[in-house]
């Protein structure tokens, strides 16, 4: 029934895809990030309330690594995030996250561009995890005022954060998007296609 | 601050606070957030959900401050810093970190309290011209969010049943999830496409949002009253 699309074009049920996958993990960050306030209010009187988002911000990336690694094709990554932004404003957070979301989605995007797009593997989505991370801090270093802070209290934020990305948007995701691939709903999918003849037996000694 | 075309209240109010955070200005942001309470004062506006908002809003302030105090640019952590706390320019620092927190959350709270989530989007695709793809499955998705959030519940509770009790961003509980995400894209999609979804066709357009002179003249407002703050204060 696949007309010939372009390889590039965006089909409604991609654009709905990307869409759900930013409500989940739009969720998944709201969740951990009001669980996190009462460590935030734990750590303000001792100066250190900034850690509390640094350490869930990892999560922000997860659904634009995830979508890359589905549909590994150029533009995902920045698309995903931007449009997740405009999720987050619907559900009513503040207008500043479509900037923030762009600055997030062009670092994701260059991750996966460095490899001209080739490869859709834990190395290219820690990669772009990374590059996230420094375009955010960039940002968030001029919309929160960190000049004003002193230069090691931003080395620790930003080594959180770094820390935090690896392990939300390079490792997880990358663990999410095998583990979805092996269930074969991705079929039409170019990782589906990558990871369906994995045998049932290896997903359960891995479970095991 | 209701009327104005919800696209191009989104641009006035994104524009003057990219201009901010280059600027440290603690008057400046002290009245921003000001000024946008006067303004939503008179906007009829829901003062409790507000509040609601201003609560999480009200603990990142403090918290901005307390780190701007604590760990100034030039202050050794750990010896002296409780005189530190104590110094002007520590306080100086906090207040210019936790003022900045609601100055963006001025602005902010300008916008979503006065802007219906819907008209925004009816607007991006009429004004902005985002492609109807976009705009539809933006929309899909959005409406999405319950189901998922009660999705979320289930499988948690199925994994409990089993005696099973996975931490919230474990790939056991999100994996599930995702396979959900994948299948009702393409049921969402499917519904669409075959009820006359066209991408290229014509579309009419139920609920027309107008322009206005005063709409497009919004972020000039906005944006000259952030220069001459700038410049002023």
Redo the contacts between chains.
Sequence with gaps: MKTKTKKYA???????????????FA??YL??FY?S?GL??A????????F?FEIVYG?WFMAAT?AAFIMQKPGVALVTEV?AA??E????????V??TGLVQGVGLELGFAVFRYKRYDLLSMCVSATFACILSFI?TY????Y???????LAAMFAVRLGTSLL?AGL?SN??GK??AR?G??KGYPAGAKYARQDIMDDEEEAA | MKSINPSWKLIGILVPIVILAFFYNITLNLVIFGASLVVLAFSRIKWSTALKVMIPVAVLAVGMYMTGAKFHAGANIGVGAGNALLSNAAFENGLQLGSRVLAFAGFGLLFIMTTDMMELVRSMEQQLRFPAKFVYGLLAAFQILPNMQQEYRKTKAAFWARGVYPVPVSPKLLVPLMVKAVRWSEALAAAMESKGFDEKAGRTIYHPIVMRPADYAFPFLTTGLLVLGLLFL
Excluded: H, R, Y
């Design positions: 965006w089909q409604l049920k991609d654009i709905i895809m990307i869409g759900i996958l930013g409500v989940l969720l998944i969740g951990s669980l306030m935030q209010a750590l303000t009187p001792f100066g250190l309330a900034p509390n999560v995830v449009l405009f999720l404003l619907l559900m009513g957070n503040f207008p500043l479509i900037t940002w001029f919309t929160n005022g000049a004003a802070l002193e230069t090691g209290m939300f997880l663990l999410l583990g979805l269930t709903v991705l």
